[in-house]
Antibody, heavy 123, light 107 residues
Framework: EVQLVESGGDLVQPGRSLRLSCTTSGFNFGDYALSWVRQAPGKGLEWVAFMTSFLYGGTTEYAASVQGRFTISRDDAKRIVYLQMDSLNTEDTAIYYC??????????????WGQGTLVTVSS | EKVMTQSPATLSVSPGERATLSCRAS??????LAWYQQKPGQAPRLLIYGASTRAAGIPDRFSGSGSGTDFTLTISSLQSEDFAVYYCQQYNKRPETFGQGTKVEVK
């Protein structure tokens, strides 16, 4: 069974940093691209970041709203994907979900999702 | 970025009735369109990918259609567990983008 479990969400002050982790099981981690998607309270879904497997170079992409502030990374030995979030602001308040992609070439969609971890940015 | 627009925002349907949800893309996304279901306090769940292919374990009362810019999710006979919010997502070009959601509620 594919499982993704996020952790690291917390209440942080604006301008501070936070690192989220997503621990996985039930699939061959090294074969898959992964993403982070967030959902502000009462709002819709917003894609945040993407990372391919190292088989495809470990390529990363980011939403414009987080480019330069957030960094996605992965540790294949530990089966964990991370989201380093710097210079947080109140608009980053959201539930953050990690997801495993299913890809056909360039085209990738989120097939499995974790339950999410809440990040609250407030003074 | 490709903007996805869903309609209606809220759909009131009686159990056993048919529900039809729409999703429109600002530019063609070919058939690179997915539908997700989200219940309160839960993560999204993949229903449909490739515009019309049901994901594993999804009941056949869920069906998707369309290509290019106009897509439809149909729930043929609503069950109590189907009342939820539904999102479409294009993955034709990153940034992948989601519609704002359609809430299916009990009439």
């Amino acid at each position: 069974e594919v499982q993704l479990v996020e952790s690291g969400g917390d209440l942080v002050q604006p301008g501070r940093s936070l690192r989220l982790s997503c621990t996985t099981s039930g699939f061959n981690f090294g074969d898959y691209a992964l993403s982070w998607v967030r959902q502000a309270p009462g709002k819709g879904l917003e894609w945040v970041a993407f990372m391919t497997s190292f088989l495809y170079g470990g390529t990363t992409e980011y939403a414009a709203s987080v480019q330069g502030r957030f960094t996605i990374s992965r540790d294949d030995a530990k089966r964990i994907v991370y989201l380093q979030m710097d210079s947080l602001n109140t608009e980053d308040t959201a539930i953050y979900y990690c997801a495993r992609y299913r890809c056909t070439g360039y085209y990738c969609y989120e097939e499995y999702w974790g339950q999410g971890t809440l990040v609250t940015v407030s003074s | 970025e490709k903007v996805m627009t869903q309609s209606p925002a809220t759909l009131s349907v009686s159990p056993g009735e048919r529900a039809t949800l729409s999703c429109r893309a600002s530019q063609s996304v070919s058939s690179h369109l997915a539908w997700y279901q989200q219940k309160p306090g839960q993560a999204p769940r993949l229903l449909i990918y490739g515009a019309s292919t049901r994901a594993a374990g999804i009941p056949d009362r869920f069906s998707g259609s369309g290509s290019g810019t106009d897509f439809t999710l149909t729930i043929s006979s609503l069950q109590s567990e189907d009342f939820a919010v539904y999102y479409c997502q294009q993955y034709n070009k990153r940034p992948e983008t989601f519609g704002q959601g359609t809430k299916v509620e009990v009439k």
